[in-house]
């Protein structure tokens, strides 16, 4: 007994370090990813959408803060990818690493479960995850750079709006994706196969369209996100909303279809603005219809149940027992 309480032991702290090192690993990946679409502006490089800081939210999230050493590790490795490694590149290092660490304890704090099944769970990772955690890397990051001198003090919000734009996207766009995905199911019924099918071949042709042929032609892929969000809710439409933010963004740094042409200013600006219009329609719209069917359901369940006691006092029998309602999507983790 003895011995098997001390194997045990030890494979606690060896499955943290697995972990930690798959994060970082994940992290570095994410980053390589990122840095393959990168736009100018005002004489700094940016990325419009940072894979990790989706990835760092996402691992906090699923395996809780121990992984924290990962984040810090991946975060290095995408720094000594980019540059020499010296006092600035550290503190960047640091915001990257708490930004996230920010993000969870914000949405612990609000009660956030991983499923997405609510609409405040998806609020929350907008807002408090997206929106208000990714002010901490943002402004460590164009700080250090203006305290270095890299970045005269002129130019601070001018390297602060991207630096939270791209990482505020990564949430929006891959966290969710890294939480719904591992709870997706197989669908039962051939038709709905057939309706996915038809889904991603139409996905497949329309949104490259959309993003490489020249003319405003952005707005017809939002048909497709209330498409998949009804059909197929929260892991349909999120995906369809990175398909195409990754086609929009490619389209971007390469300056064609609705982006030929265009100043830089322009480009980050219709290309945030897409991207986000893409993410908060797939989040929010598939949150209010998972909601409205668990509503239905458990209207359902309660009318047969109704039913089942009448069905007993009529014949004289005594009432069946009825069990209470658990709620639908609970994260238990």
Known sequence: MAGVVARQDLRAPALVVLQALAVAACYYAGGRLGLLYELRMNGSVVSPIWPPTGIA?????????RV????????????????????VSLGTVFGNTAAPLCAYLLLRAAGFRTDLARLRDCLSLVFLGGFAAMLVSSTIGAGLLVLSGDVPAGR????????????AMGVLLIAPVLLVLPRVRSPVHWFRWKEGVALAVVTAALVPFATYTPGSLLFSVYPLLIWAALRFELPGSILCALFASVLATGAATGRRGPFDDLPDTEIMINLHA??????????????????????????????RELVQVLEHLTAGEPAPRVR??????????
């Open 274 to 303: 897409f991207n986000a219009a893409a993410a908060l329609t797939a989040l929010l719209l598939s949150a209010v219809i998972t909601e409205q069917h668990h509503t239905r359901r458990s209207v359902e369940q309660a009318c």
């Open 57 to 65: 939210v996402a691992s906090l999230l699923l395996l809780g803060p």
């Open 68 to 87: 924290w050493p990962g984040i810090a590790l991946g975060a290095l490795l995408v720094v000594a990818h980019l540059t020499s490694l010296q006092p």
């Open 324 to 333: 209470p309602q658990r709620e639908e999507g609970r994260d238990e983790s």
């Open 156 to 167: 601070f919000w001018s390297v602060w709006l991207p630096w939270w734009v791209g990482d």
